[in-house]
């Protein structure tokens, strides 16, 4: 089984930053992504950033590339994400997930929440103007 702990939401104002942290326990990840998703009230839950656990390579939401950094650590079986330039617009839960079986490659990158296997139980991100 895998577990998967965020932690690190809150409230900010606009142009603030926060990050986001995921901590994974149980099965490990070898060469499959991790990713972020968030879901804001009355919409459907949308793909923010993955990561390749082993390798690293990564991929980002248009609307936030530029503003966020996923990143790892694989010492702590930890998940990041920077979120930088915080706009009222970002306002969400945020989810962290992992897939057994997707991963990124190319252009390729595992948006579809589908394809996440394992996911933790979110962390409410609020930025106010």
């Known amino acids: 089984q895998v577990q998967l702990v965020e932690s690190g939401g809150g409230l900010v104002q606009a142009g603030a930053s926060l990050r986001l942290s995921c901590a994974a326990s149980g099965r490990t990840f070898s060469r499959f992504a991790m990713g972020w998703f968030r879901q804001a009230p009355g919409k459907e839950r949308e793909f923010v950033a993955a990561l390749n656990w082993i390798g690293g390579s990564t991929a980002y939401a248009d609307s936030v590339k530029g503003r966020f950094t996923i990143s790892r650590d694989n010492a702590l079986n930890t998940l990041y994400l920077q979120m930088n330039s915080l706009k009222p617009e970002d306002t969400a839960v945020y989810y962290c997930?992992?897939?057994?079986?997707?991963?990124?490659?190319?252009?390729?990158?595992?948006?579809?929440?589908?394809?996440?296997?394992?996911w933790g139980q979110g962390t409410q991100v609020t930025v106010s103007s």
């Open positions: 997930a992992a897939s057994t079986r997707a991963y990124i490659s190319g252009n390729y990158y595992p948006a579809g929440s589908h394809l996440y296997d394992y």
